[in-house]
T-cell receptor, first 112, second 114 residues
Framework: DQQVKQNSPSLSVQEGRISILNCDYT??????FLWYKKYPAEGPTFLIS?????DKNEDGRFTVFLNKSAKHLSLHIVPSQPGDSAVYFC???????????FGTGTRLKVLA | SQTIHQWPATLVQPVGSPLSLECTVE??????LYWYRQAAGRGLQLLFY??????ISSEVPQNLSASRPQDRQFILSSKKLLLSDSGFYLC?????????????FGEGSRLTVL
C-alpha cells in the first residue's frame, strides 16, 4: 500500500526553465509534507515543507503547492540549475504519529 | 549544532552473516530516531522508529531488528542476512512532537549481501 506516490520516475528540464515535480497521497490524515533532495550514496537533504493549513510555501527558488482536496502536492524549482540534478523525494506525516512516509522519488536532470 | 553519524559507510557481507549498523546523534537530547532503507530503484522504506530509550516500533516484519540502548544511539541488526537485505540504509532523527518537524538524515550505509 503506497500511501505516497511519485508517478514520474524521471524528468528532464532545460537550464533556466521551471521544474515541476508532483506527488500524490492517499491518507487524508497526513497534515505535514516535506521535499528532500538526494544525491547518489548520500543521505537526503531537506528542501522545503508545508503544513496542511497552508496551500503554498516559498523558499528562494523552491515553492511547494498543496491541494488538499486532490491530495496532491508539487514542488516548483525556478529557475532550474544543473546543480539541481538529483533525485527528489516527497514525504508526508501525520501529526498524530511519529512516522514519515516517503514516495519513490523522481530523478530530475537539468540540461545545460 | 546537531549532527548525525552512521557507520560503517560500506559493508559487504555473505548471506547468513550477522549485521550491525550504528547511528549516533549529537547536539540534541531525546530525539526521535529512524531507520530507512532504499533498495535499488525503490523509494525510502521506513523500517523502525524510536521515540525513547528502549522503545522500538517496527514497520516491516523481516529478519532485521533495532535497538536504542542510549538516548542518542540507534542500532540496526540482523542475526542472519538475506540477499534481499542489500540496500542503502539511512538513519534519521527529528526533534519535538509527532510528525511535524524536519527529518535529518545521516550519510547512509551501503550494504551488499553476496
Amino acid at each position: 500500500d503506497q500511501q505516497v506516490k511519485q508517478n514520474s520516475p524521471s524528468l528532464s528540464v532545460q537550464e533556466g526553465r521551471i521544474s515541476i515535480l508532483n506527488c500524490d497521497y492517499t491518507n487524508s490524515m497526513f497534515d505535514y509534507f516535506l521535499w528532500y533532495k538526494k544525491y547518489p550514496a548520500e543521505g537526503p537533504t531537506f528542501l522545503i515543507s508545508i503544513s496542511s493549513i497552508k496551500d503554498k510555501n516559498e523558499d528562494g527558488r523552491f515553492t511547494v503547492f498543496l491541494n488538499k482536496s486532490a491530495k496532491h502536492l508539487s514542488l516548483h524549482i525556478v529557475p532550474s540549475q544543473p546543480g539541481d540534478s538529483a533525485v527528489y523525494f516527497c514525504a508526508a506525516s501525520d501529526s498524530g504519529t511519529y512516522k514519515y512516509i516517503f514516495g519513490t522519488g523522481t530523478r530530475l536532470k537539468v540540461l545545460a | 549544532s546537531q549532527t548525525i553519524h552512521q557507520w560503517p559507510a560500506t559493508l559487504v557481507q555473505p548471506v547468513g552473516s550477522p549485521l550491525s549498523l550504528e547511528c549516533t546523534v549529537e547536539g540534541t537530547s531525546n530525539p526521535n530516531l529512524y531507520w530507512y532503507r532504499q533498495a535499488a530503484g525503490r523509494g525510502l522504506q521506513l523500517l523502525f522508529y524510536s521515540v525513547g530509550i528502549g522503545q522500538i516500533s517496527s514497520e516491516v516484519p523481516q529478519n532485521l531488528s533495532a535497538s536504542r540502548p542510549q538516548d542518542r544511539q540507534f542500532i540496526l541488526s540482523s542475526k542472519k542476512l538475506l540477499l534481499s537485505d542489500s540496500g542503502f540504509y539511512l538513519c534519521a532523527w527529528s526533534s519535538g512532537g509527532r510528525g511535524t518537524g524536519e527529518l535529518f538524515f545521516g550519510e547512509g550505509s551501503r550494504l551488499t549481501v553476496l
